[in-house]
């Protein structure tokens, strides 16, 4: 049929076009579009790489160059030797480490045959309240006299009255020591009846000078504990864990020398017009003998003798540990119960001299060729590698030295002195040879480890001693 007048077209659809437009349509109402957010987020990270991409070595270099300058102020602020110890004393403060174990006296216990006991087995309190200093019944030992060798010995044929420059200059010997000749030190270790031997003390200019003041204190001490922290070297610890009878008969001596002075007064540890902090008399010895702060050590540790003339005993303490027990029981429990002039803690990590001596040279201890010097003679004098000696562990840790002030005893400490003078700092390396030149380990207690930790409460070193400046 037809429409006149009309201007429309008319179009005819199937049915199957009808349905893809409708598809089509449907299609593109479903799709979903992407939110601006995401757009926003990928176009900051963009954004971001490329700013990191222009600018990066300025990220890399400025922050290297804060660090360098910071480094270079901290290295401009070290102080020298030579500056004021007060400053050094205090960045050491700052370095230190807690004192956890500082004033406990709980005991130490091991096992033996499957029974749990006491490390150091003291006398009962009441005991020790009344223990007495035993009386001298004369002595069986095969030495009865020490004579010390000195720069106004008229019996010195050696000649070794008077030291080379040259000599002081390439040996640790020195006005103190002496210098002991090869030929004298084979001769000391002789057993006689009456012996004789360099002991320090050489001469009157020698160095380790005392106040009259100071000495007279010292020639009054019967039975004493000492220390020593030279070189501004460890605090100092009050002795704890003492009976009334120790209080009353027993001198504890600490030697200090002016910059270990200065460091503790820095630290509020001050002298009393006394003369004393807590217990320890403070004696400040002037014109160190040698550079290192260690030789300067072993004076006070081996040649008590020398410096108490009428003492009897003596303990020596390390500055690192702090003196927990009764010296008079300690006295009766290592000395007068087992009959022995010398006790002395066993090493705890070793048992032969030639492994300690490998051991001192990783640790950087010594150098290997000072090492290599002691060792050679040694083996030439017939040392032999054995790690016990008479059945004994001979290698021992030298921190707390208990003893008694005998002509055998004096003598070995000598003896022991001279060698580490003539070889290397290191004493455990050789006490056992002193030990097995003398022949005398039936008067020499060497303790277990665990009776030497029941002894004190161990800090540790503070901080490293300042080498003497000359």
Request: with cysteine; aromatic share 10%; proline share 4%.
């Amino acid at each position: 049929m037809s429409m006149a007048g009309s201007n429309g077209v008319s179009i005819s659809v199937s049915d199957e076009e009808e349905c893809d437009e409708l598809g089509r349509t449907r299609a593109r109402v479903r799709r979903k579009r992407k939110k601006p957010s995401y757009r926003a987020k990928s176009e900051l990270a963009q954004r971001v790489i490329r700013w990191l991409v222009k600018y990066w070595l300025f990220l890399v270099f400025v922050p290297a160059t804060v660090l360098l300058l910071y480094e270079a102020s901290r290295i401009g602020r070290k102080t020298s030797p030579e500056i004021d110890s007060k400053h050094s004393s205090e960045r050491a403060r700052v370095d230190r480490r807690p004192m956890t174990n500082l004033n406990r006296l709980d005991p130490k216990y091991r096992f033996v045959h499957g029974v749990r006991e006491r490390c150091l087995k003291l006398l009962p309190q009441e005991e020790l309240e009344h223990l007495d200093i035993p009386v001298d019944e004369g002595s069986t030992s095969p030495v009865n006299k020490v004579l010390y060798i000195s720069e106004r010995d008229s019996l010195d044929l050696e000649g070794s009255s008077t030291l080379s420059s040259q000599l002081t200059k390439t040996t640790r010997f020195n006005l103190f020591t002496g210098n002991q000749t090869l030929d004298q030190r084979e001769k000391s270790f002789k057993v006689n009846e009456t012996a004789m031997v360099h002991c320090g003390f050489y001469s009157d200019n020698g160095g380790f000078k005392i106040s009259n003041e100071d000495k007279n204190y010292m020639e009054r001490c019967e039975v004493v504990v000492s220390t020593c922290a030279f070189g501004g070297g460890d605090d100092l610890y009050q002795p704890i864990g003492m009976s009334g009878a120790s209080v009353r008969k027993v001198c504890f001596v600490a030697f200090w020398d002016d910059i270990t002075l200065s460091a503790q007064e820095y630290a509020r540890q001050t002298i009393g017009e006394d003369g004393f902090i807590g217990k320890w008399r403070i004696v400040v010895v002037k014109e160190l003998p040698f550079t290192d702060q260690r030789l300067n050590g072993k004076i006070p540790k081996m040649l008590s003798h020398r410096l108490f003339p009428h003492a009897k005993y003596s303990i020596w303490v390390d500055s690192k540990s702090q003196f927990r027990r009764d010296p008079l029981g300690v006295l009766e429990a290592l000395l007068w119960r087992s009959n022995s002039v010398l006790a002395i803690s066993e090493h705890g990590a070793r048992s032969s001299v030639y492994d300690e001596a490998k051991a001192v040279v990783n640790k950087n201890k010594a150098t290997p060729e000072e090492v290599e010097v002691q060792l050679t003679q040694y083996r030439y004098d017939g040392f032999p590698e054995d790690k016990r000696f008479n059945g004994k562990k001979a290698l021992a840790e030298a921190s707390v030295i208990v003893r008694e002030h005998t002509p055998l005893s004096n003598l070995f400490m000598c003896l022991w002195f001279n060698e580490v003078v003539r070889f290397t700092s290191r004493d455990q390396l050789s006490f056992p040879y002193v030990l097995w030149r003398l022949q005398v380990p039936q008067n020499i207690h060497l303790f277990p480890v665990c009776i030497r930790k029941d002894l004190v409460n161990s800090m540790g070193h503070i901080r490293k001693a300042r080498p003497l400046i000359r």
